[in-house]
């Protein structure tokens, strides 16, 4: 894994193994994450041309989000209130296939800046809505907020 220049999160460049068959990308192993962080659960999303997803942070979460397909922009803010304000933006995705680790209290957002739609993965450490979905979402919106300083170029 790569830190970067927001403490916690971390890249790390992944590697596609190719064939006959098609191809093959290791995401994780659990001995090279970070102490600390397991993933709970995994899902896949597709993200539309054009479209952006967040931003948003969580209090407790850590994401876990690989970028395998199409086109995307990362963008990532510090907004925790111990560290000094920072700001990370990643070309992501099958050009440059990346796992990055964002934990709690770093808002994050990211858009599809291809022409077709794109799927991302994430293997958070925390389930969505808590065990049996009974606890609340562990998520702070800023996308309708128009005083919000996490904005989209």
């Known amino acids: 894994m790569e830190a970067t220049v927001i403490p916690g999160v971390l890249v ?8 006959a068959r098609g191809w093959l990308m290791e995401l994780f192993r659990e001995d ?5 962080f397991r993933p709970a659960m995994g899902y896949l999303s597709v993200t539309k041309p054009g479209v952006a ?20 922009r990362l963008y990532l803010w510090e907004n925790r209130p111990d560290r000094a304000p920072a700001k990370l933006e990643l ?17 994050h957002a990211y858009k599809n800046v291809g022409d077709a739609e794109a799927f991302v993965l ?11 979905r009974a606890e609340p979402v562990d998520e702070i919106r800023h996308e309708a907020d128009p005083a919000s300083p996490f904005r989209l170029d």
């Open 91 to 107: 070309e992501v995705g099958e050009a440059n296939p990346v796992l990055v680790l964002v934990p709690p209290g770093v808002v």
């Open 122 to 132: 994430n293997v958070p450490n925390r389930l969505y809505a808590g065990r049996n």
């Open 12 to 19: 790390r460049s992944l590697k596609r193994f190719s064939d």
């Open 53 to 72: 997803r967040g931003p948003h942070e969580h209090v407790d979460q850590t994401d876990g989000f690989a970028f395998l397909s199409g086109s995307y």
């Open 32 to 36: 090279e994450l970070p102490d600390g």
